[in-house]
Each structure stands twice: as C-alpha cells, then as structure tokens.
C-alpha cells in the first residue's frame, strides 16, 4: 500500500471519529450543563433546605441574596471562614428573612482525619445542630448557648461556633442586600 493510501484512510477515519464525537457532543451538552447547574446549586438547598434554589439561573457564588417573585428576601447565602485546628475552615451559612439559621455546612477544611471532620455532613451531624438557631442561641452550652462542643475537637467546634456566631451577628445588623435570584413562588 502506497503512503499517500495510508494517509488517505487515516484522514478519513480521522474525520469519522471527528464527526462522532461531535455528534456525542451534541447530544449530551444540554443534559451536561443541566447537571453542572444541577451541581452548582445543590450546597444551596443543603443549607437553606428549599428545593427551589436547585432551579435558580444565575450566579450561585455567595454572598447572595434570594427574594420571592415579589421581590422579599427569602434568604441569604455566604461564606465566612472559621480558624479551626489545621488551618482554615469556610463555611457556607444560610439565613432567613427572620434572622434565623437554615443551615451550615463546612465546605472546606483541613481538620484532623477522625476526630475535626466531624464538621463534615457526610461523618457526623453535629452541624445540624445550628439548623433554625437564633443569634442568642449560638453559643457553647457552657457559654449560654445551645451548641455542644465535639468531644475531643474542641479546637474545631468553638471555631465553626464562633465563626457561624460572628457571620448571624453580621447578618443581623446588615441592611438587606439586593436580590441576586429570584425562585417562582
């Protein structure tokens, strides 16, 4: 076989697969950037618990500010970053139009294996411990609140307590934000 016959079936398969995947891409690129989008919001439900933000368009970076189709605040969503054992913790803390908790969630953190990562929803459930808390309620039990520290992580719990008591102390005293979504009622 000839060289030029050679490169002639290597261009043509060449330009075969190129049109398959092509045509793979078409086909699956509407149902990839729906996941993507999908994904994207899935940290918002966790912490406000509406299923209604995971159909948000828009930007899903915090801080952000939801309001109904009316255009009151249903919730705000931000980051605030906690010093815990090993380093920086960030959390992600979602707060109502009353100025209560919906949620918290530590979405990064280098705390230790075992015993610090029980900060972590997918390891333990003591985060849910600030699920529709109040200002006056985040605090230590020992301290006035009703927040338990995590035995043998103390470092880490009186971190994420006192970064999530500082960031709904924040909130609380800000005036309302411009609404950066909307959900449908």
């Not at 390891?123 to 927040?147: C, E, M, T, Y």
Request: aromatic share 4%.
């Amino acid at each position: 076989m000839s060289i030029a016959a050679t490169a002639w079936r290597l261009g043509l398969a060449g330009a075969v697969v190129a049109a398959a995947l092509g045509g793979v891409d078409a086909l699956t690129r509407a149902r990839i950037q729906a996941n993507e989008q999908r994904v994207r919001f899935v940290p918002l439900v966790e912490v406000t618990g509406d299923a209604r933000l995971a159909n948000l368009r828009g930007s899903s970076a915090p801080p952000l500010t939801v309001c109904s189709v009316s255009g009151a605040p249903l919730y705000s969503v931000f980051v605030r970053s906690a010093r815990g054992y090993a380093g920086p913790i960030e959390l992600l803390i979602g707060v109502d139009a009353k100025n209560r908790l919906t949620g918290v969630r530590a979405i990064s953190h280098r705390e230790t294996a075992g015993i610090g990562d029980a900060i972590d929803t997918r390891k333990s459930l003591w985060i849910h411990a600030f699920d529709q808390r109040r200002l006056a309620d985040i605090a230590l039990i020992g301290d006035g609140g009703s927040i338990d520290a995590i035995s043998g992580a103390s470092v880490t719990s009186r971190a994420v307590i006192k970064g999530v008591h500082d960031a709904l102390e924040e909130a609380v005293g800000a005036p309302p934000r411009n609404c950066s979504n909307v959900v449908d009622e």
